[in-house]
T-cell receptor, first 116, second 109 residues
Framework: GAVVSQHPSWVICKSGTSVKIECRSL??????MFWYRQFPKQSLMLMAT?????????EQGVEKDKFLINHASLTLSTLTVTSAHPEDSSFYIC????????????FGPGTRLTVL | GDSVTQMEGPVTLSEEAFLTINCTYT??????LFWYVQYPGEGLQLLLK?????DKGSNKGFEATYRKETTSFHLEKGSVQVSDSAVYFC????????FGKGTKLSVKP
């Protein structure tokens, strides 16, 4: 099946620094990519949706200036957490979909971010 | 907006017991419905899906039927195994996949 990878799998950073997380679709072209955030023992909350070459659409309550999303190619999307703070510590999961009409979203393994 | 409500866990069962995890949804139109599973230490995996009313999704002994009249998509398995221990998420697709809060299942030998 289709594979979505994320890098890094975990990262620890100091408060005030920025962290970039990469999401790649390895064997298909992803017209749409999604970023989710999962808090401990809670569900995945959709943060934003991005189509290749377009600006990301952010969900209500998600700060677009803090969570910068770039979907520069059909196989790569990046999420940059700017000026990270401890409350940004979470599990970030990306997902990719091959076309607008398909239902199937493939999920990456997630990135554990810890901000000290 | 669209949303998914599923029964809260944790659910603890003995091996070979019958499993039901309830899920209901609110959506405009007729979304596709999914069950995802997250095993300990692993990423999300699609377990099964149904794309229209009365469709039954099935995989690995799990089943769920898309019930438009009750807006439900309950997950069932006739005989659970220890290896089924995981967190199960009911979900629907609107613009993106929207998840329920998840139900943790623990199966004891």
């Amino acid at each position: 099946g289709a594979v979505v990878s994320q890098h890094p799998s975990w990262v620890i950073c100091k408060s005030g620094t920025s962290v970039k997380i990469e999401c790649r679709s390895l064997d298909f072209q992803a017209t749409t990519m999604f970023w989710y955030r999962q808090f401990p023992k809670q569900s995945l909350m959709l943060m934003a949706t991005s189509n290749e070459g377009s600006k990301a659409t952010y969900e209500q309550g998600v700060e677009k200036d803090k969570f910068l999303i770039n979907h520069a190619s059909l196989t790569l999307s990046t999420l940059t957490v700017t000026s990270a703070h401890p409350e940004d510590s979470s599990f970030y999961i990306c997902s990719a979909r091959a076309g607008f009409s398909t239902d199937t979203q493939y999920f990456g393994p997630g990135t554990r971010l810890t901000v000290l | 907006g669209d949303s998914v409500t599923q029964m809260e866990g944790p659910v603890t069962l003995s091996e070979e017991a019958f499993l039901t995890i309830n899920c209901t949804y609110t959506a405009t139109g007729y979304p596709s419905l999914f069950w995802y599973v997250q095993y300990p230490g692993e990423g999300l995996q699609l377990l099964l899906k149904a794309t229209k009313a009365d469709d039954k999704g099935s995989n690995k002994g799990f089943e769920a039927t898309y019930r438009k009249e009750t807006t439900s998509f309950h997950l069932e398995k006739g005989s659970v195994q220890v290896s089924d221990s995981a967190v199960y998420f009911c979900a629907l697709r609107s613009q993106a996949v929207i998840f329920g809060k998840g139900t943790k299942l623990s199966v004891k030998p």
